[in-house]
């Protein structure tokens, strides 16, 4: 179980937002934790210099195409990216310099899974450069996946059928609790325990995480079988939960 960075893009800047604020339909409720003065390109150096694998990139709508790709340019084959992502753009971030892409809304068509669109993006990346967005939202006693930047719930459920479907087109799942994403009021701890008993494959969990005791809570409840991003707490990000330092000190305690 690590830490794992990101980087959050929204009009161009890295922001950290509340993700239930997002909306196409009424912009002005958008909520924002975090504007940064820093370009993508200072937090993937940074991310690069302390060996912090494996983080993502999210393009929060258009206009991040430029801060994306210069971000990608600092850390070659250092950082998964996601937003917007097809079978028509795959193959272009791969050749930016991401890692892997993440990919969520095009693999679903009126809120049912689209196994062609699936087959068609491995058969184009490789299962290998394929990580799936699963992020969700609770709805009665149910987990959804949720498309379009978290703004549309599909039919489909968080369930151990439904991620081992999933294991079988991608290496990794990463999974924002959406209700509480940029909130620092503590990780969903339900679905986190969930996800550490049904997850095949490595698996990242986003959302709500507010102090350095959150990674160890993750790491607990998650069977040592979830990674843990944390955003708005962070100080790099404007937070005063936890810190950067804390953050890359837990990794190198746990791989040493």
């Known amino acids: 179980m690590k830490f794992r960075p990101c980087i959050d893009l929204h009009k161009g800047e890295v922001k950290q937002i509340v993700g ?55 850390w070659p084959d250092g950082l998964q990216i996601g937003g917007g992502i097809t079978a028509d753009n795959a193959r272009y971030w791969l050749d930016q310099g991401a890692e892997a892409i993440i990919v969520t809304s095009y693999v679903f068509r009126n809120g ?7 087959k068609d993006l491995v058969g184009l990346v490789s ?20 498309t379009d930047r978290w703004q549309r719930f599909t039919d ?34 339900d679905i986190v325990k969930l996800l550490g008993r049904w997850t095949p494959v ?29 955003g708005s707490a962070l100080d790099i990000f404007g937070g005063d939960g936890v810190t950067y330092d804390e953050v890359v000190a837990f990794n190198r305690k746990r791989f040493r």
């Not at 490595?202 to 409840?221: F, H, N």
């Open 127 to 146: 299962k290998d450069r394929l990580v799936l967005d699963l992020s969700c939202r609770k709805k009665g006693k149910d987990y959804y996946i949720v």
């Open 20 to 74: 239930s604020t997002l909306s196409d339909d009424n912009p002005e409720v958008l909520k924002e934790n975090y504007v940064a003065e820093r370009p993508s390109s200072y937090y993937a150096q940074l991310f690069r210099r302390d060996g912090l694998t494996g983080g993502h990139m999210i393009m929060l709508g258009p206009g991040n195409e430029t801060a994306a790709t210069e971000a990608l340019s600092a």
């Open 156 to 189: 489909v459920t968080i369930s151990p059928e439904t991620l081992d479907y999933f294991s079988k087109y991608c290496f990794e799942f990463l999974i924002h609790a959406a209700d509480v994403e940029g909130k620092c009021r503590g990780v969903d701890v």
């Open 202 to 230: 490595p698996t990242t969990y986003a959302g709500g995480a507010r102090s350095i005791k959150d990674l160890y809570l993750v790491k607990e409840l998650g069977r040592d079988r979830l990674d843990l991003t944390i």
């Open 112 to 118: 049912t899974i689209n196994e062609d669109r699936l």
